[in-house]
Each structure stands twice: as C-alpha cells, then as structure tokens.
C-alpha cells in the first residue's frame, strides 16, 4: 500500500516544535493548570466541576482513565484524582458533539488527513453513522437498521470464526459480560482485548509461575513496604495517584528503587497537588536509588542481583527465605544450577548498570524482605518480556516477599477495567472450567476452540480468513503494531463496526461498509426502564467496585454499552438464543446476578457492590494458595536476550508523551521530557547523534527490517536527550509502522514495541 494514502498513518506534518529542559519534579502548580486549562477549553465549568467532585468517591463514577486503585478507607475531600484523570473526563464530557452534519461537511479522507489530536477534540458523537460501500461521507442510521445490519452481516458468514469481537478496557463488567456470552453462543471465541498488547504477558508469567494472572498486593501493601521497586513504567503520565502511595510509603520509612532508560521526573521528585505545605516547600524525592537500565536489560539487570545474593546466602546462609522455599515453591535446585552459569561482569555490562548503582539496589534488597515490585510495559512488551516477569517471580520468592503484609507482585494495568474484563470472560483461551459454567447456566455448550487474540486476528482479516470486525470501544488501528498491514486487514473486511464515545482513527480506516455506533461515557446517567443504573469494574489490585454517571447525557441518541450488545445479540440471534437479551438491557442487576453464578469471587455480586468501597476478589497468592500445576511457586529459567546491532542501528522503545493515555491525545505537550507542540520526535543519545553527523531538530526517515520486510516511519525531528548509548524513544502510534507484527513474546504473543531495531536516514 501507498503509505502516504494510508488512513491508520498519522499525518507526516509538524507543528512548531519547542524544547527546553526536561523536568526534575512532578506535578505541584503545572499539574493544577494543566487541570484547569483542559476543563475549561473542552468541557463546560460546571460539568468539570461536579465531575472533579465525583471521580473516584464512593457513590461515584470511576475514572475512565487508569486502573489505578483507590483507598479502602477516607478519600480525599479536594478530589481524588490526577491531571490526567482530569484530562481523561475532559475528553469524555466534551461540550461539543458531532452528528450527521458534522459527517456531511467532512469526508473520510479529510477526516484522515487530520491529526489524532484533532480528531480526537472534534467532539462527542451523538448519534450512529453508516458508511456505505464506496461512499466518501457516513450518514445518519437508526439504531434498529444498525443493529439488522450487524446481524445481517454476522449470519450471512460461512462460520462464526469468520467475526472478529474486540474489547477495550474502558468497557464494564455487565457489558462485557453479556459481550462474551453473546459471542460464545454465536459459536466463537474470537475476543481479542487491550490486555493482548500491554499484559498479557504478565498474566502468562504469574499464571505459570503464582497460579493468578493478576498481581498480589494491595494498596496497603504499598504503604507498608520496606522496599518498592518500580521497573519499565513511568507513574508521572501513566498513572498518577500511584505517587501518592509511593509518597506515603517513603514517609512509613520505605525505600524505592526506579529502573527506567528514561529518568522521568515522576520518578525523582513529586509535588502533591493537594498539599499546599508541599507545593511551598517543593515536593518530596521519590527514588532513593535511580538505576538506567538499557533497553531490555532488565533481566540481566534482575540476574546481577540474583548472582550476588546467591553469593551472600553461600556465605552466611540467612539471605534467602528458606522456610518459604520449603514449605511453598518447586524448582529451587534448577533455578540455582542454571543462575549459576551466568557470569556477573557479563550481566552487570549487559545491564547497563554501573556498579556503584547496582550496590545501592543490592543493599536494599539485601537488607529487606517486605519487597513489591511495579511494572508496566517497559517489562511486557518484547520477545523476552515473559521472561522478564518470571524473573521478578524469582528475586520475590527467594526472599520470602510473596503472599505477606508489604511485600508482593504489582502489574500496574493500563486502562480502567482491563483486569475486569478477562476476569469476566473477555478471554480468547477461556479456562474449561469457566465455560462449563456457562453451559450449565445458559443451556448451550460453548466452542472450546481458542480463539484469535490480536496479532492472529490481525492476520484472519489481512488472509481473508475474517469477514466482520466489531471493536467494543478502544482505537483499534492506532494501538495495534504494523500499521500498514492492520490497515490492510480491516479493509479486507466486509463490515467493520467501533462502539465509541467520540471519533478516533479506526473509525475512517473501514471495511467495505462501516458502522459508528455512539454509546455513554463513565461520566453519564444511565437510564432503562428500571431506572438509573449502576454499573461495576475492577482496578489493578483486584477490587470490584460501583460506577454511576452524574452528567446527563450528551445526546438522546446515545445507548449504554450494555444496550448496543442487547440489541445486537437480540437483532443476530433472535428466535435461535436460549437468552432473554432485552431483559438484560433494563435491568442490570439481572446481569450480575448470572455473573454471580458463572464467574468465581462473585457471590452475593449485587449486595457486595452496595458497599461504598467495594469488594476484593480472591486471590490465592495473597494468601500463599498457589494454583499452579506443582500446587506450588514455581521457580523458573529465564534466558538473558542478546542483542547483536550492527554499527548504524538502535534500539527503538515505543513511549506515551504527557499530554496522553493510550491512543488518546490530550494535547501536543510533553511537559515533563521538556517537548512541546509536537509528536514526530525521536529521543537520541546525544553520542549517538554525533556518530550519525545528526544536529538537533534535524529532520530523518526510520526504518526497521524484520524478516525481509522493511518498515518506515518518514518526517521525524531528532531531540538529543538522557538515554543510554544505542538506545532510541519515540511516541506511539506515531511508530506503530514499524513494529512487525511477528516480532512478539513468546507464549503471550505481547507485541515487542519496546525493543525494536532501526536505522536513521537524514
């Protein structure tokens, strides 16, 4: 394909980029202005302000960002949120709307010509939009045509693997529910989510080596640690409130470690918004040990540790937990003979770390045994990055730190009930014991066919093997990897379908026909014929809590997400289910009362969820049940990656800039990295720049070879900056292009956006 007509790539224009120096603190006055600019710009003030008041409260809507928890106990009085939750509602409770002629005025390939930025704040659609096959401009449709549509296309398919059912992790509990059981009674498992691209590679590992794909600790853990690590993740942009609780830790005497290529200003210094002594005394230092790691050093970096406590424990026999290792894991033996033929020197070189930096992390892993370690995808996404997780398993249960006060795994989940939805069923590989469930509740006996996750789905459409694509919420185009080809894959397709809140780049990269389907934010009132209803999601330490809009809503056109999947099972599956779908549809305590009966942890679901805080669900390895095939913690054989680049190449990580969540762009700033009003950046080490005969701001091409095919990404402006030597960072989706769709972990097939090898073109 011409990439320069391709409608997924972001268009190679800059704007009129400036850069200063980076920052060495968090939040404080920029964060609340920040705030405060984006409320006012897109939202009404009155709205911003009553939803300010409600994010995250008990008796409110959780945020439609993160999947950050919030405290059991008292919550804050001011607010409790972040500059990017406040974004995030910005986003969603826009002032403006779109409709039928909004779509009139502007093509879809106009609409493709403009930034995801612009796209993005061109409003709040407002009612369902049609493009029919080879029209330029989509057009008013009723719901009724819609939902006889999608149904028209789904039943005319040779096979139910034919469709492809994508989820995003904004979606809630009782939606994705019904919208996993809808797709398994249609007679498929093809449910691809967001998890498959950030962690899923982290329920692979915790799976095989803990017995739970999801982390052990709580946010009172976090408060009692004696030593939290924070590896591959940056709290300050993706995660905010996570540096209150790392701030709360230091003042309980806690120690953090922060392992990153970049040093994010999140991670050196905080300023806590809502305390005003704070924002005059200017904040608190939050790493006590800064550790720049190379690109995928990481288990190199985990192996020098490992090496030198095994050295300690030689010595004097009182570093490692034996008793745990006794009582509660399989695979010692192995696990020491195999850790030692690896080299410590040659670790410590692959690491990227120096010594004096390795020796302040040793000593604090050394000394403690109440030990959490936080990632994100600075650890998930890469070939290795299965490894990388089990590699963590290794340094916890040597010391003892798992299933004890303070002490723990921590995967810091991305989007605001990713973890929710695989717990309720969004799963293309569903455990047997989970469909049984549904089969005896529902009177139909689901595929136990695997499904396609992302990449394979990817693949279906591009081969021809997938005719419909139905993405429920999410950007679809802009967060997959190998743009040109996932572009290619979706046009292959018959009908392709976005359950969205507002207009975003999937939705002008279509099949022959294309639907747009408006649905209700986090933000907005849900009415049905019973009444106003609440719905429910989980958050990253696997609390399920209540969400209810307190906006009206935007327009009267708009469904739930709980209703478009009602009516379209209702309009696909008709007199054939066995399911009442539209009873459903009024009523959602109908939903959770099935949850409750098919899902574990979920008992009592309804009058659980009445409790202002919420509930926990099970989790074995809290309580030392480890549900792996030893019935033990495994202990595992990690490979260190080697990387072999040639003189002219770098190592490429994929990054979010400030001013966005995901594929979402609130803005064209990146405060904190000292970049604004421009997205088409490539950090360099400023080295490397010279041995290229690079200057600042200079213009270059990337390319990246995998396999025989070569990837390009043209029109990038260089910005010298902190990162180590042969390392690179650029924005996504920007780079998506070059991410080969075959380069991915394995057994979790996360692709690896964060080590991609390139070469730089003036």
């Known amino acids: 394909m011409n990439s320069k007509k391709n409608k997924a790539l972001t268009p190679e224009k800059f704007t009129d980029i400036s850069v200063k120096k980076p920052y060495k603190n968090s939040a404080g006055f920029q964060s609340i202005k920040s705030a405060i600019t984006q409320i006012s710009k897109y939202t009404r003030v009155k709205d911003g302000v009553k939803l300010s008041l409600k994010i995250n409260q008990k008796g409110g809507f959780d945020c439609p960002g993160c999947a950050w928890p919030d405290p059991d106990d008292e919550r804050s009085s001011i607010g409790e949120y972040c500059e990017n939750g406040i974004k995030a509602i910005a986003e969603e409770a826009q002032k403006n709307t779109i409709d039928n002629t909004f779509f009139k005025k502007h093509s879809v390939e106009e609409l493709a010509t403009w930034t995801d930025f612009e796209i993005g704040k061109s409003g709040r659609l407002a009612e369902p939009m049609f493009l029919a096959e080879g029209a330029t401009h989509y057009q008013s449709i009723s719901w009724e ?116 290529p970049l040093p994010e200003a999140g991670l050196l210094k905080f300023t806590n918004p809502q305390d005003p002594i704070k924002m005059l005394t200017g904040g608190k230092q939050i790493a006590d040990v800064f550790a720049q790691v190379t690109i995928n050093g990481d288990v190199a970096l985990f192996k020098t540790i490992l090496l030198k406590l095994l050295e300690k424990e030689e010595e004097t026999a009182h570093v490692f937990d034996k008793d745990f290792i006794e009582k509660h894991t399989f695979g010692y033996e192995a696990f020491i003979a195999d850790l030692k033929t690896y080299n410590f020197n040659d670790c410590l070189k692959a690491s990227g770390i120096d010594e004096d930096t390795f020796n302040a992390i040793f000593n604090l892993i050394l000394n403690h045994n109440k030990i959490i370690i936080c990632w994100a ?57 989970f469909l049984d469930k549904i089969e005896a509740k529902y009177g139909f006996k689901p595929t136990t066919k695997h499904g396609y996750a992302v990449i394979d789905a990817i693949k279906a459409m591009y081969e021809n093997k997938a005719k419909v694509f139905f993405g429920l919420g999410g950007n679809f185009i802009s967060a997959v990897p190998d743009t040109v080809y996932a572009s290619q894959a979706l046009q292959n397709c018959n ?217 390009c990404a043209n029109n990038f402006k260089v910005v010298g900056y902190n990162i180590p030597k042969n390392c690179c960072a650029t924005y996504f989706p920007e780079t998506n292009v070059l991410v080969p769709l075959d380069n991915f972990a394995h057994t979790a097939k996360t692709p690896a956006s964060k080590s991609i090898v390139i070469t730089i073109e003036a």
């Open 377 to 433: 995808m600075g650890l998930t996404q890469h070939q290795n990055a299965v490894d990388n997780i089990r590699e963590v398993v290794n340094l916890l249960l040597l010391k003892g730190s798992i299933g004890k006060e303070g002490a723990g795994t921590c995967p810091v989940r991305g989007h605001s009930n990713v973890q929710g939805d695989r717990t309720v069923g969004i799963w293309e590989a569903a455990p047997q014991a």
């Open 495 to 711: 009908l392709t379908v976005h359950v969205s809140t507002k207009l975003n780049r999937s939705h002008l990269v279509t099949g022959k026909e294309a639907l747009i389907l408006p649905c209700l934010g986090r933000t907005e009132k849900d009415y049905q014929k019973t009444g106003l209803q609440i719905q429910s999601v989980e958050n990253s330490m696997g609390i399920v809590s209540a969400t209810k809009g307190v906006l009206e809503p935007c327009s009267k056109d708009l469904l739930s997400e709980v209703a478009v999947v009602c009516g379209i099972a209702n309009a696909t599956l008709s007199a054939k289910s066995k399911i009442d779908w539209l009873a459903y549809k009024d009523d959602y305590t109908l939903v959770r009362n099935d949850i409750a009966e098919v899902v574990s942890g979920f008992k009592d679901y309804n009058t659980k969820l009445q409790k202002p805080s919420g509930f926990y669900l099970p989790n074995g390895a809290r309580e030392r049940q480890f549900n792996t095939k030893t019935g033990k913690a495994n202990f595992s054989i990690n490979k260190m990656p080697t990387w072999k680049l040639k003189n002219d190449e770098l190592v490429m990580m994929t990054i979010r800039s400030h001013d966005q969540f995901n594929t979402t762009i609130y803005g064209l700033d990146d405060r904190y990295r000292g970049v604004y009003n421009e997205r088409r950046i490539i950090f360099m080490n400023k080295d490397d720049m010279k041995a290229r005969g690079l200057k600042e701001l200079q213009v270059v091409n990337l390319k990246s070879e995998f396999n025989g095919v070569t990837r």
């Open 145 to 260: 045509e819609a939902f006889s549509k999608v149904g028209t296309h789904l039943n005319a398919l040779n096979n139910p693997d034919e469709a492809i059912f994508y989820t995003s992790g904004r979606t809630t509990n009782e939606a994705a529910f019904l919208y996993q059981l809808f797709v398994r009674e249609f007679g498929t498992a093809n449910l691809p989510d967001c998890s498959n691209m950030c962690h899923e590679a982290s329920g692979s590992a915790l799976s095989e080596t803990l017995g739970i794909g999801k982390g052990s600790v709580t946010l009172d853990d976090l408060y009692k640690a004696e030593v939290v690590m924070v590896i591959g993740q940056n709290p300050a942009t993706n995660h905010p409130r996570m540096l209150s609780a790392l701030e709360k830790c230091k003042k309980n005497g806690g120690k953090i470690i922060a392992v990153n």
